[in-house]
């Protein structure tokens, strides 16, 4: 029997028992099956895996969108209110021109609180970013309590006046003076052609 299938050729196969045509046909349907596995489906999953990768990178991206187109009317309300902020800030600022009237209302504090002014002189100003920061040095005497509403008028004033660097001490042979040396800074806002002469 062993010598039998090794004669068989392919051109008889009609001529096969009907066994040995099922064996054939169902190594060569094997066959096929694994072919179309290999080459077909294994390629297709691959794709699908791709695709599903590529579907969930995009309803990520998708949703990121999403919610930044729901986010805008906020972020348009947020631009604004900083635009807002922004022009009162500027308008904080003193222009040039301003410069003399800001030192006289500094002085005019001083004297509704009872203070004498040693000095009030501008320095030379230099350029901070979009500013011009404008140094002024003050000093002057008078008692603890109007040094401190002094500082608290300043706050108060439309124009932006920061104190810094600031020393007290006892005026000599009068306990109840005090010298009070402080620099202070306002900023001047300049227009970006003005920033580049």
Do not use: C
Request: overall charge negative; charged content about 25%.
């Amino acid at each position: 029997m062993a010598a039998d299938w090794r004669d068989w050729e392919i051109d008889e196969i009609p001529e096969w028992s009907a066994t040995a045509q099922n064996i054939l046909l169902g190594v060569l349907g094997i066959v096929v099956l694994a072919a179309a596995l290999f080459f077909v489906v294994l390629p297709a999953q691959q794709d699908i895996g791709l695709a599903r990768q590529d579907e969930s990178l995009l309803r990520t991206q998708f949703r990121i969108k999403a919610e930044q187109v729901a986010a805008l009317p906020d972020v348009d309300e947020q631009v604004a209110e900083l635009q807002k902020f922004y022009s009162h800030l500027t308008e904080q600022l003193p222009a040039a021109d301003e410069l003399a009237l800001l030192l006289a209302g500094i002085n005019d504090t001083g004297l509704q609180y009872n203070l004498n002014f040693e000095k009030l002189n501008w320095n030379k100003g230099k350029h901070v970013g979009w500013l011009y920061q404008v140094p002024l040095d003050i000093e002057l005497t008078g008692e603890y309590a109007d040094m401190g509403e002094f500082s608290a008028a300043l706050a108060r004033l439309p124009r932006i006046v920061t104190l810094q660097d600031f020393t007290l001490s006892r005026e000599k042979d009068k306990t109840d003076r005090l010298r009070f040396s402080v620099g202070a800074h306002t900023y001047r806002y300049e227009k970006q052609e003005e920033v580049s002469q």
